[in-house]
């Protein structure tokens, strides 16, 4: 299938690496214009070049999803371009691995960037684009939590919990602007060879570890979690709003078999 998101016009968040990189892409190779951004503005404007290069349309920003006036910006850039927003897909997000461990550990400063970051950084986008979409008829809200607060962790307590408050979220969007003809789904995703995940998790046979407990051989990359996304922001689900999707090669279903 090809041009999948034809006409529709998406607003990435954290676009400029891993799974938001590899999801602009894709949305461009689907036929989307593709509003890239990203706290690093080269990246996200290296990320537009590509799929402009490739033959798609594209724009790029730098917005840092902490700042509400950065949304602001973007969004009337993205009106001004293509006159609407069909799709947003809140995906930037950072975990501060080396301080963010057990509740009792994590610093104070650790739990508001986190809060900041991972959900308020979703709030701001979200508020703005909502407003547009109800005139416009109707689209789609994704938002990449984690499998974090699933499986819980003796690590990244901060992050895990503020992810679980993504997937609440999702819910509570989908519940209050369905009547508008928006939906809001959730990607949790387990761990995914992005160079995010990488740069966080260098330890030593941690992938042999992990790759014992899933059923499905093999570790999701970005562009795996792109298939999906392009899926929640097409038609094709048209019908699904408020869930949550895990990929996680099946990591929670081995777990849920282990006594
Ligand atoms: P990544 O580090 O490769 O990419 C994240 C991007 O977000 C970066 O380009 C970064 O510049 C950007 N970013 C960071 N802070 C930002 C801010 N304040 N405003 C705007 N952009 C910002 O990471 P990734 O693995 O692709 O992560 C993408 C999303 O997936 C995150 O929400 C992450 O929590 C989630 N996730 C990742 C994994 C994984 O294993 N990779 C697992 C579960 C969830």
């Known amino acids: 299938m090809t041009d999948r998101l034809a006409g529709k016009t998406a607003y990435i968040t954290g676009a400029g690496s891993g799974i938001g990189e590899a999801t602009a892409l894709r ?29 798609g349309a594209a724009i790029s920003h730098r917005v840092d999803v902490t700042v509400p006036d950065d949304h602001a910006a973007v969004v009337a850039a993205a009106l001004r371009s293509y ?16 301080i963010d461990t057990t509740v009792v550990d994590t610093p104070d400063s650790a739990w508001r960037t986190a ?25 789609s809200v994704i938002n990449t939590a984690s499998a974090a607060p699933f499986n819980g962790n003796t690590t990244m307590a ?24 928006i939906r809001c789904n959730a990607i949790a995703p387990g761990l995914v060879l992005s160079p995010g995940a990488l740069e966080v998790f260098p330890v030593p046979g941690l992938l042999d570890a992990i790759a014992k407990h899933q059923t499905v051989p093999g570790f999701c990359a970005p562009d795996d979690v792109a298939h999906l996304a392009v899926f929640l922001g097409s038609d094709e689900s048209r019908f699904i709003s408020g869930q949550t999707h895990i990929i996680d090669s099946g990591l929670m279903a081995m777990g849920a078999a282990v006594p």
Do not use: Q, W
Request: no cysteine; glycine share 14%; hydrophobic share 45%.
């Open 27 to 55: 949305f461009g190779a689907e036929g989307a214009n593709v509003v890239v951004t990203d706290l690093n503005g080269d990246a996200a404007a290296s990320v537009a070049d590509r799929i402009v290069a490739a033959g």
């Open 83 to 98: 006159g609407r927003i069909d799709v947003l897909h809140n995906n930037a997000g950072i975990v501060e691995n080396s």
């Open 115 to 139: 809060f900041e970051v991972d959900l308020l950084g979703v709030v701001n986008g979200t508020r703005v684009v909502l407003p547009e979409m109800v005139r416009t008829g109707g689209g």
């Open 158 to 181: 901060a992050y895990g919990s503020v992810k679980g408050a993504v997937i609440a979220l999702t819910r509570y969007v989908a519940t209050s602007h369905g009547r508008h003809n």
